[in-house]
């Protein structure tokens, strides 16, 4: 079937996803999906990524599950209309906004979490009341064979398909017209979807990526903080969008860093991170190349590392200290196991430093002092921002995920991800009576009507002067009501 016949058979079934009941029901059959498989989705990834059952279990298939179970307990919730504040001249109206669905979507997925950056998309394009076109990763080919094995046999076949392949499927899906197009990967496959999208006027999520920073004050926890940057740059063998990609610290501390990296990987990985069953591989051979090519080019000096072994897609854990701005390894994300380090003396320097490049995906900060840690928050654009710890603001999911600038354009996870994919639409409902004062913007137009408009819409400036002035506009704004309810019931007498 082609992907235009495909399309077509999923746009024939919206209404289906109108009713929010139904959306429970196909929420409810996913989480079945997830929870019957459970072993399935861990072969799958181990297939494709060599990861450990704790990862695939903690930073796949649970997260992805709560994710459905967070859109279950509060979507009745977030499908409400939302009452808005009104101005005295809506005082007597229904106003409010109401969420719908946008149609048909297309979740373009990424290979490094292969399940969630999939079926995360899903969750929220089916809590918003869309169908959906699933296109997982080709390089992650057993969890994409695996998706597109299981889901038919969970959800709406008739509302949801999955499309495998490689960029000419890709390429055709991108020329069909949908309703909005979520794409999680690199920016340069961005930028294609991007003028694709643009073609027929398309809403985009792009979730991209970028060199996500890690500062390390000099008045520091350092043994503390080189576990934390060790866990989240090495987990799945730094194959992570939002991993700390490099880091900033002082000369005066480097060392000690150095020594609580080495400790951390020891404990995480063993002598031979080779061996350990709990460290990940590199995806494919050309991600292989390009990670080896970034190492064999940096001018830096390895301090920790540096082995590879092609055949079996194995990078070590590798840092590399005297890292300068312009090396090979700070020229683009790095997306492997490598973690650079650049001096930076103090804080204002990492700013600066920061401030300079494109803004990323996360930014980290480690210091004893938490008005450091706000101040560079403050001072710095990011998609997120997590202090003392790295890629946790990923596991709450009242906070959204997304990037900003180069790093991508819009969010999701919970709440945000319902409101991705859905159209706010704003809603006016006036009642049939009190036309003499609906007169007053008819023509004729005199000097009199002009005055009376003018006090019934002219904004004015919020008093500073405390409660008193609030209970005074809350008075007149009772006392306006009421007369307005009192007009309206008279005109229905008469």
Not at 144 to 161: G, N, Q
Request: glycine share 6%; proline share 4%; net charge neutral.
């Amino acid at each position: 079937m082609s992907m235009a016949a495909v399309l077509e058979r999923l746009r024939a079934n919206v209404d289906k996803m109108k009713s929010v009941e139904y959306r429970h029901e196909q929420l409810r059959a996913l989480l079945r999906c997830i929870d019957e498989n459970v072993d399935r989705w861990t072969e799958a990834l181990r297939k494709d990524l060599h990861k450990a059952k704790m990862e695939c279990l903690v930073m796949e298939v649970n997260y992805t599950r709560n994710e459905v179970i967070c859109h279950l307990n509060n979507l009745d919730e977030w499908t409400k209309p939302e009452y808005v504040k009104k101005e005295l001249l809506q005082i007597s109206d229904e106003c409010y906004i109401q969420k719908e669905p946008l149609g048909v979507v297309l979740i373009i997925g990424a290979w490094n979490y292969p399940v969630q950056l999939v079926l995360c998309p899903l969750i929220a394009a089916i809590s918003a009341g869309n169908c959906a076109i699933m296109k997982p990763s080709e390089l992650s080919e057993a969890t994409a064979a695996l998706i597109e094995e299981l889901l038919p046999k969970y959800v709406d076949k008739d509302c949801f398909a999955v499309i495998n392949g490689g960029v000419k499927e890709t390429t055709e899906l991108l020329e069909q017209k949908f309703d909005h197009i979520m794409y999680t990967g690199n920016s340069n496959v961005g930028k294609i979807v991007m003028a694709a999208a643009a073609k027929h006027l398309t809403p985009v999520t792009l979730e991209l990526g970028g060199k996500s920073p890690c500062y390390v004050d000099k008045n520091c926890d350092v043994e503390v903080a080189a576990r934390r940057i060790a866990w989240g740059r090495f987990v799945n063998s730094g194959q992570t969008c939002i991993a700390p990609d490099y880091v900033l610290c002082p000369s005066e501390n480097q060392e000690r860093l150095l020594k609580g990296l080495q400790a951390a990987l020891e404990e995480y990985f063993g002598k031979d991170p080779k061996e350990s069953e709990d460290y990940c591989r590199i995806v494919n051979q050309r991600h292989f190349q390009r990670v080896k090519t970034m190492i064999d080019k940096t001018k830096g000096s390895i301090a920790i590392g540096g082995d590879s072994d092609e055949k079996d897609l194995y990078i070590s854990p590798t840092v590399v200290k005297d890292v300068q701005p312009t090396d090979a390894l700070m020229e683009g994300e790095i997306f492997g196991p490598v973690l650079p380090i650049v001096t930076a003396e103090t804080a204002d320097d990492a700013v600066r430093f920061i401030n300079s490049r494109d803004k990323p995906l996360a930014l980290y900060a480690f210091a004893n002092d938490k008005k450091v840690v706000r101040d560079i928050a403050q001072r710095t654009s990011s998609g997120s921002f997590c202090g003392n710890d790295t890629m946790m603001q990923m596991s709450l999911a009242t906070l959204p995920f997304g990037g900003v600038g180069p790093s991508g354009m819009g969010s999701y996870h919970g709440k945000f991800g319902f409101d991705a994919f859905s159209h706010k639409k704003a809603v006016l409902v006036k009642a049939l009576a009190m036309e003499k004062v609906n007169n007053l913007r008819y023509p004729p137009y005199t000097e009199k009507k002009m005055s009376w408009i003018n006090w019934l819409s002219a904004k004015k400036e919020k008093s500073r002067g405390g409660i008193f002035s609030f209970l005074s506009f809350t008075v007149i704004m009772t006392i306006l009501a009421v007369l307005i309810k009192v007009l309206t019931v008279m005109t229905y007498l008469v």
